[in-house]
């Protein structure tokens, strides 16, 4: 019969080998992740934050490249179709929020973007999470994309009598009369929130967490 150390491990097995037969038995996290907001074992803020640095500047840049290209070259033209009837490029100045909602309120949409940007570099300091990384990229990517056009872009930015009320450019029109027009950064910011709502409700924790009691619950 194998004998056991002195932490009640079987000889020839290693500690973090027992740990984590124990885990598996018990169905608890393998990957350093804990239940109910407990900290990982092994912490990986900066490398999902390194994410945060790769996949932010590419929305953003995506986003500013499109708006300069269609800016220039269908500016006061009429609509470029691509499908007729489905999907188009026609360039429009949006004073509210993603999709032309709310216009009239550009103030308070700044604002809003602007406290977005904050909130979410201040949350990155607690991330871990990899899928959780990859939607606040697409969230900061793309509220960075429109904050730039409400501060810079006409008719009002930074020198001029209204600073922080700039139109943003949307130039995507699908299901052209029946849907709202979009640019790169609203679609960054739909898909960035779907993501979001999809992984708090299966219980991921942007700490790199999960929180299965739910599950649990169900089984």
């Known amino acids: ?11 020839g097995v290693s500690e ?21 907001g407990a900290a ?20 953003y840049l995506l ?9 220039k070259t269908l500016e006061g033209k009429e609509p470029f179709v691509v499908i007729p009837d489905v999907l188009q490029f026609r360039v429009i100045f949006n004073s509210g929020a993603a999709f032309s909602l709310g216009a009239g309120m550009t103030i308070v949409f700044t604002i809003v973007a602007a406290a977005v940007v904050v909130a ?5 300091r607690n991330l871990r999470s990899l899928p959780w990384a990859i939607t606040l990229s697409l969230l900061l990517g793309g509220a960075l994309g429109n904050l730039t056009d ?19 450019v949307d130039f995507v029109e699908t299901f052209p009369g029946h849907f709202a027009v979009w640019n790169v950064a609203d679609s960054a910011i739909v898909c960035g929130g779907i993501l979001a709502v999809f992984l708090a409700w299966r219980g991921y924790q942007i700490d790199g967490t999960r929180d299965i009691r739910e599950e649990k619950k169900d089984g």
């Open 1 to 11: 019969m194998p004998s056991a150390d002195r932490k009640g491990a079987p000889a």
């Open 120 to 124: 979410i570099l201040r949350t990155a």
């Open 16 to 36: 973090g080998d027992a740990v984590r037969g124990l885990q598996a038995t018990g169905g608890a996290p393998l990957t350093g992740d804990t239940v109910d």
């Open 63 to 71: 986003d500013l490249v499109t708006k300069t290209i269609v800016l």
């Open 40 to 59: 990982p074992a092994a912490p990986l803020a900066a490398r999902r934050i390194g994410v945060l640095a790769v996949i932010v500047p590419i929305v």
């Open 150 to 168: 409400r501060v810079f872009r006409w008719p009002s930015g930074f020198g001029r009598p209204s600073p922080f009320q700039g139109h943003v």
